[in-house]
Structure formats: C-alpha cells, structure tokens
C-alpha cells in the first residue's frame, strides 16, 4: 500500500510543473495536484501526507487560502501525522505564494496598513486572549524557567538546559554586573528578571500587559531586587544601564517599531546596551498570517532586519546580529511533547478544538522556521557605540 501512494505521488510530482510557475487560479479538482508539487498527497500513507474527512476542505481552502487551511484543521475535516513536516514541504516548494490573494486576505492586509492596530488599548487583546489563558498551562508546556521564545540549544538537547543557557547567553552579551539597573520590556513570567538578579546582581525593573504574567512573575521574584510592572512600554520614562526586550517586538507592529526604539533611546543611560530578540520575516510586511492572528496572536507582525535597521536610523547603533532560527525549531517540537503529555489535565478546560488548535500553532511554526521561512534574531544595539567596537559573544 505505502509503495503504490508513493508511486501515485511521483506521478503526481512528475504531471504538473513543480518549478515555482507563475501564480495559478486554482480549482477544487486541481488542489491535489497542487499538493503534489511539495510531495504531500492526499490520502497517502506517509507521516506527512493529508487525510481529508470531509470534502468541504478543498472549497475552503482554495476560498481563504491558509486560513481556510489551519481552520479546517481545526475542525476536524483533515489530518496529518507529522504536520510539522507538512508544513515545511509546503513552505519550501513556495505553495502559499503561488495562491491569489482574495479579498477576505487583501483586506486583512488593508486594515494593518490604515489602522495601527498595535495601539494601548489594542496592544492589550494578546495578553487577554493568549498570555492569560492559563499560567499552569503554560508551566505544562515550557521549561522551569517559563521562557516562551527561543531555546540555545549547545551540546545539549535538553529543553531547560537549552533555555538556560539562552538566559546566560542574553546576560553575557549585556555584559551585566552587580549594581546594573535593567529593564525587561515585555518580561513574560519573569525568568529573565529573576536570572538577572540572582546571577549577576542587578536590580530588574520587569513590563507586561498580561494581568497573569504580572502575577506569577511578582511571586516568582518575591525578595529579590525585582519590580514587576503592568505597563505599557510606551510610557516608561526611567534611567536604565541596560534595557532587554525578548519575544516583545513581534506585537509591537510596524506603525510604532519607531516608538519602541525611541522608547528604549529614552530609557537608557549614555553608552548603556540594548538587547532586542525578536521572531523575524525574510520581507518586510504590514501583517502576518491571517490564522496565526486570528486564533493565536491578535495584531502581531514579524519584522524584517530592514525593517529594523530602518526604526533604529539615527537612534542607537548596531553592535551584533546573531540569528539562531533553526534552534525555534527543536523548541516548538519540545513544547509540542510536553502539550501533549499534559493534555489530560487541561482537556475539560479547553476541549478538542483548543487542543487541534494548538498542535497547529506550535508544529505549523516548526515547519516554518525548518524552511527558514522565518528567522530568530539578536540584535545587540548601543547608545552611542562601545568604544573599541564589540568583541561578538556566542
């Protein structure tokens, strides 16, 4: 049975032009096809390959493009074994550019170049909707330390270990030392703040829009030099000697990524460091995903390196970019098992919807950062340049 789909599918990979044509219309009998051009088949008998349950998939799909794609998942009209895996041969045979765009997509696109929909009052649904789903949930998922970003992962395979010497790599590259005054724009649980003071002796001052981080990460640094902030970004007006941002600037959005420099130009001392990690695009956008913003992140947006570069102009120098994107692959795949592992403790809370909505979340990301669609930068910037230059820290 496996060698007859394979054979069907190279057929399939053989008939139709795999070479990135030209955009085509596509119609409901010409999706397998489609499909073929990245290797996936439906109904074959790989661990990549789709089952579709209902027919309504394909209508649906050729209709609203990826987010037809991840909500018919989620609904049950398809399965795949290792989506994961799926979605890195879509990305990588280029299938989603070679979509037209509807009007439910160009108007999604439209909205983010009108509106600024990253505002205070805006800024505050992705902590309601995602941060504040549950902080047991998220202890579930990730490593002791609660880091939800990219793990380093350096002669280990260790989720925790990895994670930690994440914190010890952002720590050494801040060059911190007892006395510092840091600030954590976007401080999530706490475990930077806490690594901070208790293993290099500063005094943290932690931001969060999310009422749930707020609270654990206040507990978490009880009686250490820690303050725990519910505040916006934009209204901190304090000196630092260092200032760190991890996993914050993808719901900052382009309208405002000059406030947020500006913001941390403002914050910090002359000669201080600031430390900005951030998911990126390969091009510069006004918008992400429809489904990711829909179901996951409401109003958030990946920044290109120019993008960057272009926010930072005349504010702060560029000392260091570091890109370790491919390591956000073994952490999803990490967070991925521990979901699944603790998945009888939260199924009466959420229900099998939320639980098909996740694995999608977190193995669709994987796929993506496996094909380097999507990047996992530092960006080591100064106020005013390090004398001497910056000796790069890895």
Known sequence: ??????????????????????????????????????????????????QVHDDRFYRRVVAER???????????????????????????????????????????????????????????????????????????????????????????????????????????KLDLRAGMRLLDIGCGWGGLAKHAARRHGCEVVGITISREQCAYARAACRGLPVEIRLQDYRDVREAFDRVVSVGMLEHVGCKNYR???????????????????????NRSTTHTDPWITRYIFPNSMLPSAAQVARAIEGLLVLEDVHN?????????????RNFEDSWDRFAGRYGERFRRMWRFYLLSCAGAFRARSIQLYQFLLSKGGIEGGFSPVR
């Open 1 to 50: 049975m496996k060698e007859a789909s394979d054979s069907l599918c190279a057929g399939m990979v053989a008939e139709v032009a795999c070479e990135r044509p030209q955009r085509v219309s596509l119609t409901q009998a010409s999706l397998r096809d489609f499909l073929a051009c990245a290797d996936i088949c439906i109904g074959g008998q790989r661990p990549w390959d789709i």
């Open 66 to 172: 990826t987010l037809g794609f991840g909500e018919s998942y989620v609904d049950g009209w398809w399965d795949c074994e290792a989506l994961d895996e799926m979605c890195w041969r879509a990305i990588r045979a280029g299938l989603e550019e070679r979509i037209p765009l509807n009007l439910r997509t160009l108007a999604c696109v439209a909205s983010a170049v009108v509106f600024n929909l990253q505002t205070r009052h805006r800024a505050r649904r992705v902590g309601e909707r995602h941060y504040d789903i549950g902080n047991d949930f998220f202890e579930a998922m990730l490593d002791p330390a609660m880091q939800y970003s990219c793990a380093y992962f350096r002669e280990t395979a260790d989720l925790a270990e990895a994670q930690r010497q994440k914190l010890d790599l952002i720590c050494r």
């Open 324 to 336: 370790f994107g491919a390591d956000y692959d073994r952490t999803l795949l990490a967070w991925e």
């Open 259 to 281: 406030t947020y420099f500006t913001t941390a130009h403002r914050c910090l001392r002359k000669g201080g460091l600031f430390l900005c990690q951030t998911i990126g695009s």
